[in-house]
């Protein structure tokens, strides 16, 4: 079973989203498993504070080391030797970390356990960097958190874990399969689609040939 932890002060941001479909079902299944930790509990006063402000000035809050350090030493996960043994990859959300491709995601794939600390605000004390084994951007935007990005990379690899997708060669087709690679038009029924002006939108012909030799030399032709 993989296993998928995120690190947040937001713990039920994401629960609505896996706990429908196919994350629902995987789970079930126990082809995974999704665990939230609270950041917040690791914090030492009162209000359970996780942020302060930079120094050097600037606007915005980040994320104090101590509570994030304390988090990875209750969830044994300070010692790189060990993780690796334990195929366990820690990973920090970071607009200026490596940018998710499907290369990456098939490599992230690999591991039983992947660790996603997730911050907010301005990010978090670059002192973490230390501690973890890599820095993951999805692409180059910016956003209030970490969480969504952790799942997309979450559901990126989860689709490399065989029974979580229904038919498993839907996803050796998928776009960027190979570097450069998107995947062909694809249409369904009706055959001709009426547009309130009065427009027609036809189906290819050679997709309603039956001629299969036909059909893939098209969708051969339609890649990119």
Known sequence: MKQFELITIFPEI??????????????????LK?????????????????DEKIYGGGAGLLFKIEPVYKAL????????VERKKKNTRLILMAANGKRLTQREVERLAQYDRLVFIC????????RIEKFVDEKISIGDYV????????????????R???????KQESVAQDSHKVDGYLEH????????FVTKEGKKLRV???????????????????SQ
């Open 14 to 31: 994401l629960d609505s989203y896996f706990n429908e479909s196919l994350f629902k079902r995987g789970q079930q299944n126990k082809l």
């Open 34 to 50: 999704i665990k939230t930790h609270f950041l917040r509990k690791w914090a030492t006063d009162r209000h359970q504070t996780v």
């Open 73 to 80: 030493k209750v969830l044994k996960l300070l010692d790189k």
């Open 119 to 126: 911050p907010r605000y301005e990010g978090v004390d670059a």
């Open 143 to 158: 956003l209030a958190g970490g969480e969504l990005p952790a799942a997309i990379v979450i559901e990126a690899v989860c």
């Open 160 to 166: 490399q874990i065989p029974g979580f997708v229904g």
């Open 185 to 192: 038009p694809q249409y369904t029924r009706p055959e001709v």
């Open 204 to 222: 290819p012909k050679v997709l309603l040939s039956g001629h299969h030799g036909e059909i893939e030399k098209w969708r051969l032709s339609k």
